[in-house]
């Protein structure tokens, strides 16, 4: 398929995200270097608490980036500015005011990054703006670290300049800015009470309602360009996620959810190929190809609402809450590197 503009903006979205991938890690870094540099309790609990945000939204990056379905390497400026910051933080050159000075700059272009891929997304598509919806939190919870950073920063700045501890009453003008950004942050972005740890149930589901979205996008289009960017995203996504759940999930639940209905998911998911590819061979001007559009919903439909009805039972019914988060975990890796090896992938 040709790439068409939209692809290309979708690609870029790809290389953003994996941009925030990179940042997030190096705050990681650098937060947990300050908790072992610090002997204030105090701060040590703030940057503690901030460092457990900040661990859950890196995992929350990874999974937006999977089910986004694009997988990119972040731009070379962005690699070797995280490289000059990680030997910055390692070195002796600047203080540890200056070094937190540098680390709520990071926090700010995480915050900026967020809401250029959410506004971005409102012009690419619906899919997309679905598959970025996790980041809400994320973009949330680093402008609330920005706040907090200003106060461990005027504490740390006065007692570097006067040897003395500065005025304790810094922590509450913290805690009323981050309650008045839960408002005047929502126009912006939508804090979401996203969990840490998605069940496999949870990350099958926002696949579906992913594909779900694209198939109304493009039978709503008759540009054939965008109905050709619609089912070039249509054929990457459904393929990586049934090839994910037939080296990941299928082997796990078959023991519980039983042969015949096990194979039933293979043998669907085998026809849904073979029309995936029957409609990759159609030109997107031609008439027949919506027709063929809506035989290919009707399989995923009817796979959807047995995988959303008995099967997701049967692991509800059979996998404890820890197991089922860990199969979500593998399902998201397996179908990360076969988004990987299928050239999903924004260079």
């Known amino acids: 398929?040709?790439?068409?503009?939209?692809?290309?903006?979708?690609?870029?979205?790809?290389?953003?995200?994996?941009?925030?991938?990179?940042?997030?890690?190096?705050?990681?870094?650098?937060?947990?270097?300050?908790?072992?540099?610090?002997?204030?309790?105090?701060?040590?609990?703030?940057l503690q608490k901030m460092l457990d945000d900040d661990q859950k939204n890196l995992g929350i990056i990874e999974t937006t980036i999977t089910q986004y379905g694009i997988q990119a390497k972040p731009e070379n400026v962005v690699s070797q500015m995280v490289e000059q910051v990680r030997q910055l933080m390692q070195g002796s050159e600047l203080s540890l005011y200056e070094k937190v000075f540098q680390h709520?700059?990071?926090?700010?272009?995480?915050?900026?990054?967020?809401?250029?891929?959410?506004?971005?997304?409102?012009?690419?598509?619906?899919?997309?703006?679905?598959?970025?919806?996790?980041l809400n939190t994320v973009n949330f919870e680093n402008r609330a670290h920005q706040e907090q950073l200003k106060g461990i920063l005027e504490y740390l700045g006065v007692r570097e300049l006067t040897g003395q501890e500065a005025d304790q009453g810094i922590w509450g003008r913290v805690q009323d800015a981050v309650a008045a950004l839960s408002g005047a942050v929502g126009s912006v972005i939508t804090q979401t009470s996203d969990k840490q740890d998605m069940n496999v149930q949870d990350v099958i589901?926002?696949?579906?309602?992913k594909v779900n979205t694209l198939f109304t996008e493009l039978l709503q289009s008759d540009n054939p360009q965008k109905i050709q960017e619609y089912f070039g995203q249509i054929y990457k996504d459904l393929t990586a996620h049934a090839e994910a759940e037939e080296e990941v999930v299928?082997?796990?639940?078959?023991?519980?959810?039983?042969?015949?209905?096990?194979?039933?998911?293979?043998?669907?998911?085998?026809?849904?190929?073979?029309?995936?590819?029957?409609?990759?061979?159609?030109?997107?001007?031609?008439?027949?190809?919506?027709?063929?559009?809506?035989?290919?919903?009707?399989?995923?439909?009817?796979?959807?609402?047995?995988?959303?009805?008995?099967?997701?039972?049967?692991?509800?019914?059979?996998?404890?809450s820890q197991q089922s988060e860990q199969l979500a975990t593998e399902f998201k890796a397996a179908k990360t590197r076969i988004q990987k090896k299928m050239g999903v992938v924004s260079q």
């Open 1 to 46: 398929m040709v790439a068409t503009l939209d692809d290309t903006k979708r690609s870029a979205i790809a290389m953003k995200l994996a941009d925030m991938k990179a940042l997030q890690q190096l705050i990681i870094d650098n937060e947990q270097r300050f908790i072992g540099q610090l002997s204030d309790n105090d701060i040590r609990d703030r």
């Open 104 to 134: 709520e700059l990071l926090k700010h272009q995480q915050v900026m990054s967020g809401i250029t891929i959410h506004k971005a997304a409102e012009k690419v598509g619906a899919d997309v703006m679905l598959a970025i919806g996790p």
């Open 205 to 209: 589901r926002a696949d579906h309602s």
């Open 250 to 320: 299928y082997p796990k639940v078959r023991p519980f959810y039983g042969e015949g209905d096990t194979q039933e998911l293979y043998d669907e998911q085998a026809e849904m190929k073979v029309k995936l590819d029957e409609i990759k061979s159609t030109s997107p001007s031609s008439p027949q190809f919506k027709d063929k559009i809506k035989q290919l919903m009707d399989v995923v439909g009817d796979h959807i609402r047995q995988e959303e009805s008995t099967m997701f039972a049967a692991i509800r019914n059979n996998l404890n």
